[in-house]
């Protein structure tokens, strides 16, 4: 695989003295240690952008983006094949028009690991492997992962190089069930041991940029940039016009998440199920929690404090009621007892609802677009694994594998191309093609019929 890392940069950059690419802002806030980490300025590259002065690449970052129950296959297959005008979203994946130039979507791929209802599928996706029981409920079975999930791969090959080894969050809480960490967790170090996501948005605020101490009450003290001010105003006038532009974007989004967090009711909760966000007459706040916590992860990912992350959007088999499409009732059921009608079938319902994720998909990807890093954006230096568990929710179907790919892999993906596989390659090749694009030099991935050493080579340069 060809790496060409500078096919999107654009200009030349002036840069006069280079800045140490890992100096920090510090200060003491409460009797803590604050510190603030700086995003990728031009001050610590070399004159074309494309890497650091001390001739370092700059990173490329590994993420899972996961929601729950699956498409309407339908409506969410792309039309055409092959790269940019050669194909156009589906209905479904119209929300994400915007960073059409920086997917990759696959059709024709399938869960080769077995057929058990969301446990398989979930489990296939992300280890390759099949599922691992632990023991049966009612009509169903307790499963877990088998091995690690692919951000914990990518964490492994990547660890000791960033403050935090992983990132992961939850957006739509989890609702309850006894089918094991399969149904509750996204990222897995092995069976039955998760990393659960953190649902609370000021925890992961305060781990991110407070750390572990008591200033935990953003009503009352005073603002963490407050902390660095000192160092901030010594350094700003030493920077050239686009890194203090950079710089000053990087704190207004530091301070506008403090605002927001602030401003939001305090609300006991038990420690096992925080939310920030309370529900509104019964109803969930998806679009603020979602909102934040992109903004939270593009910050960690700016600013280096870690490398790989993991996003639940909603949970394997999720139960969220996606209001915003019209639901009355979870998503899991509303699969099964919404009735499908017409040729191909439609369920209006859970079509809406993926619709609805996909934008709450496009938010993320605006965030990362919206960053710079050198002469592009920190989504040129993503590899993010987009993906579900079923292709549908109703026949829990498992060929025609929902995947996206978004960003270019800090130049090794493509992007803007619809490839479609035969129809019996295993979806396994994707969790490679996306591993390696973050620069992992990974030789296979997965086990038994889940095992591939193949990449797809039509998304890579």
Same mark, same amino acid.
């Given at each position: 695989?060809?790496?060409?890392?500078?096919?999107?940069?654009?200009?030349?950059?002036? @840069?006069?003295?280079?800045?140490?690419?890992?100096?920090?802002?510090?200060?003491? +806030?409460?009797?803590?240690?604050?510190?603030?980490?700086? @995003?990728?300025?031009?001050?610590?590259?070399?004159?074309?952008?494309?890497?650091?002065?001390?001739?370092?690449?700059?990173?490329?970052?590994?993420?899972?983006?996961?929601?729950?129950?699956?498409?309407?296959?339908?409506?969410?297959?792309?039309?055409?094949?092959?790269?940019?005008?050669?194909?156009?979203?589906? *209905? %479904?994946?119209?929300?994400?028009?915007? !960073?059409?130039?920086?997917?990759?979507?696959?059709?024709?791929?399938?869960?080769?690991?077995?057929?058990? &209802?969301?446990?398989?599928?979930?489990?296939?996706?992300?280890?390759?492997?099949? +599922? !691992?029981?632990?023991?049966?409920?009612?009509?169903?079975?307790?499963?877990?992962?088998?091995?690690?999930?692919?951000?914990?791969?990518?964490?492994?090959?990547?660890?000791?190089?960033?403050?935090?080894?992983?990132?992961?969050?939850?957006?739509?809480?989890?609702?309850?069930?006894?089918?094991?960490?399969? =149904?509750? !967790?996204?990222?897995?170090?092995? @069976?039955?041991?998760?990393?659960?996501?953190?649902?609370?948005?000021?925890?992961?605020?305060?781990? +991110? =940029?407070?750390?572990?101490?008591?200033?935990?009450?953003?009503?009352?003290?005073?603002?963490?940039?407050?902390?660095?001010?000192?160092?901030?105003?010594?350094?700003?006038?030493?920077?050239?016009?686009?890194?203090?532009?950079?710089?000053?974007?990087?704190?207004?989004?530091?301070?506008?998440?403090?605002?927001?967090?602030?401003?939001?009711?305090?609300?006991?909760?038990?420690?096992?199920?925080?939310?920030?966000? &309370?529900?509104?007459?019964?109803? %969930?706040?998806?679009?603020?929690?979602?909102?934040?916590?992109?903004?939270?992860?593009?910050?960690?990912?700016?600013?280096? +404090?870690?490398?790989?992350?993991?996003?639940?959007?909603?949970?394997?088999?999720?139960?969220?009621?996606?209001?915003?499409?019209?639901?009355?009732?979870?998503? !899991?059921?509303?699969?099964?007892?919404?009735?499908?009608?017409?040729?191909?079938?439609?369920? &209006?319902?859970?079509?809406?609802?993926?619709?609805?994720?996909?934008?709450?998909?496009?938010?993320?990807?605006?965030?990362?677009?919206?960053?710079?890093?050198?002469?592009?954006?920190?989504?040129?230096?993503?590899?993010?694994?987009?993906?579900? *568990?079923?292709?549908?929710?109703?026949?829990?179907?498992? %060929?025609? =594998?929902?995947?996206?790919?978004?960003?270019?892999?800090?130049?090794?993906?493509?992007?803007?191309?619809?490839?479609?596989?035969?129809?019996?390659?295993?979806?396994?090749?994707?969790?490679?093609?996306?591993?390696?694009?973050?620069?992992?030099?990974?030789?296979?991935?997965?086990?038994?019929?889940?095992?591939?050493?193949?990449?797809?080579?039509?998304?890579?340069?």
């Amino acid at each position: 695989m060809k790496h060409t890392p500078n096919r999107f940069f654009r200009a030349p950059l002036f @840069p006069s003295k280079a800045l140490n690419r890992r100096q920090m802002l510090r200060g003491m +806030l409460g009797g803590s240690a604050i510190t603030i980490a700086l @995003p990728i300025l031009e001050g610590m590259l070399n004159e074309h952008g494309e890497a650091f002065a001390q001739g370092e690449a700059i990173p490329t970052r590994f993420g899972l983006w996961f929601w729950g129950n699956g498409v309407r296959p339908e409506h969410w297959i792309p039309q055409g094949v092959g790269q940019g005008a050669a194909w156009q979203l589906s *209905e %479904e994946l119209l929300p994400l028009q915007n !960073h059409k130039a920086k997917l990759s979507a696959l059709s024709g791929y399938t869960i080769r690991t077995g057929t058990h &209802p969301h446990h398989a599928g979930m489990t296939g996706v992300m280890t390759g492997k099949p +599922l !691992h029981q632990v023991g049966v409920t009612r009509d169903t079975i307790v499963s877990t992962f088998d091995g690690p999930s692919l951000d914990m791969i990518a964490a492994a090959q990547l660890e000791g190089q960033t403050p935090f080894r992983s990132l992961e969050v939850g957006v739509t809480r989890f609702r309850g069930t006894d089918e094991g960490t399969t =149904f509750q !967790h996204l990222s897995h170090n092995g @069976p039955n041991n998760p990393n659960p996501s953190e649902y609370d948005p000021r925890t992961v605020f305060n781990r +991110l =940029f407070v750390g572990n101490n008591s200033v935990n009450d953003l009503e009352t003290r005073r603002s963490v940039l407050d902390a660095v001010m000192g160092q901030f105003s010594k350094l700003r006038p030493k920077l050239g016009a686009n890194d203090r532009r950079r710089l000053d974007q990087h704190f207004e989004s530091i301070r506008s998440l403090e605002r927001r967090l602030a401003s939001e009711p305090i609300v006991c909760a038990l420690p096992n199920e925080p939310n920030t966000y &309370p529900d509104l007459n019964g109803q %969930e706040q998806i679009n603020a929690k979602n909102e934040v916590m992109s903004e939270l992860v593009a910050l960690a990912l700016a600013c280096d +404090l870690t490398r790989v992350f993991s996003i639940q959007f909603s949970t394997c088999g999720s139960g969220v009621i996606v209001h915003e499409a019209g639901a009355t009732d979870g998503l !899991h059921r509303t699969t099964h007892d919404e009735p499908m009608s017409g040729n191909p079938a439609t369920q &209006p319902i859970v079509h809406a609802a993926t619709i609805y994720t996909m934008s709450q998909l496009a938010i993320f990807l605006d965030k990362l677009d919206q960053s710079p890093v050198g002469s592009g954006t920190l989504l040129d230096h993503c590899a993010i694994a987009c993906t579900t *568990e079923h292709t549908d929710g109703r026949l829990h179907r498992y %060929e025609d =594998f929902p995947f996206l790919i978004a960003g270019l892999g800090g130049g090794r993906l493509r992007g803007d191309v619809h490839h479609r596989g035969s129809g019996q390659e295993s979806i396994t090749q994707a969790g490679l093609t996306t591993l390696r694009a973050a620069g992992l030099n990974l030789p296979s991935f997965g086990s038994a019929d889940g095992y591939t050493e193949q990449s797809i080579s039509a998304l890579e340069i």
